[in-house]
């Protein structure tokens, strides 16, 4: 499905005033905003407030739902949870990779496949979040896949992605596409100092040398979970440093910022796969940028 060319809050609200809501959607944009707007989106879904309002905060769901200090997930089951609810809201369920984990696991959206399958409050709606969710693997997708060709009734699924690429075209096109993109302004004034950190280093790829590249890349060594963090930020700050360009000057070629492009789409699948390298991922996407830059 194409995605909304309005507000993306304001089409949520209006499926919520005409009750025509989806039984799966997947949110996409730079971090945090998609599981921000997910999070809000899945509290007015159970909301009993006007729907201009919601979450409203003051009926009886919307404090349920509050999500407070999330309990941390590990998706062993070994040192926590394989989900959570929302706050204490047994109707909203929420799944992400755990604080050590370079994916979310087959057993968490299994876990989620039989809470599920158990009967819901009072026949009410429930709402559950994958988060992370392009850091599901083929297999973890094609468990989830089952869900959304027969979801249960009332139950509405929100995949939460800095990016759908990664996912199958089976999962997105099953989800009603919830788009939120990055605004010059985001690298710019409000950017933070890590992302402006970037952004300098990048408009300096261009007369850098092979080796100043590999020296770069060489920084996502060690634990893979906090380095493919470390790559997938890389990746997105990278890919709106290339739109950034390739708007403001409109005349140069397209063609090597468009191949960049095709190379970091392609890293981030294969940064999901269980036994990519962050730092030959970094590596890859860092020359791609830098014959682009050139």
């Known amino acids: 499905m194409e995605p909304p060319a309005h507000d993306p809050w304001n089409a949520l609200v209006r499926s919520l005033e005409s009750d025509r809501v989806h039984s799966a959607y997947l949110f996409s944009g730079p971090p945090p905003g998609p599981a921000d707007l997910a999070l809000r989106f899945a509290r007015a879904l159970v ?13 009886g769901p919307c404090g349920r739902s509050d999500p407070g200090d999330p309990i941390p997930l590990d998706g062993s089951g070994k040192k926590g949870p394989l989900l959570r609810h929302v706050g204490d809201h047994a109707d909203l369920l929420w799944i992400e990779r755990g604080a050590d984990d370079t994916r979310v696991r087959i057993d968490q959206v299994r876990a989620l496949q039989r809470t599920l399958r158990l009967q819901s409050t009072d026949g009410a709606r429930r709402v559950a979040v994958v988060a992370d969710a392009e850091w599901l693997n083929q297999e973890a997708q094609n468990a989830l896949l089952r869900t959304l060709e027969e979801p249960p009734p009332q139950t509405s699924l929100l995949l939460v992605t800095a990016t759908a690429e990664g996912l199958l075209a089976t999962v997105r ?5 919830v788009v939120l993109r990055r605004g010059r302004t985001l690298l710019g004034d409000e950017a933070s100092d ?5 952004l300098a ?10 080796p ?4 770069w890349a060489e920084e996502y060594r060690g634990a893979r979970a906090p380095a493919a963090a470390g790559v997938t930020e890389l990746l997105a700050t990278a890919s709106a440093w290339l739109h950034e360009r390739a ?3 409109p005349d140069d070629d397209p063609e090597p910022a468009l191949r960049a492009f ?3 789409q ?7 796969q269980r036994n990519a390298n962050p730092q030959m991922v970094a590596e890859r996407a860092l020359l791609a940028v830098r014959e682009a830059a050139r």
């Not at 096109?173 to 596409?177: D, L, T």
């Not at 280093?201 to 092979?210: K, Y």
């Not at 100043?212 to 020296?215: G, S, T």
């Not at 392609?266 to 940064?271: I, Q």
């Open 47 to 59: 909301c009993e407030g006007d729907a201009q309002q919601a979450p409203c905060g003051a009926c």
């Open 173 to 177: 096109s099953r989800c009603q596409r």
């Open 194 to 198: 890590e992302t402006r950190e970037q």
């Open 201 to 210: 280093r990048l408009e300096r790829l261009a007369g850098a040398s092979i």
């Open 212 to 215: 100043d590249v590999l020296d």
């Open 247 to 249: 708007t403001s000057a």
């Open 262 to 264: 095709r190379t970091l």
């Open 266 to 272: 392609d890293c981030r699948k294969v940064l999901v």
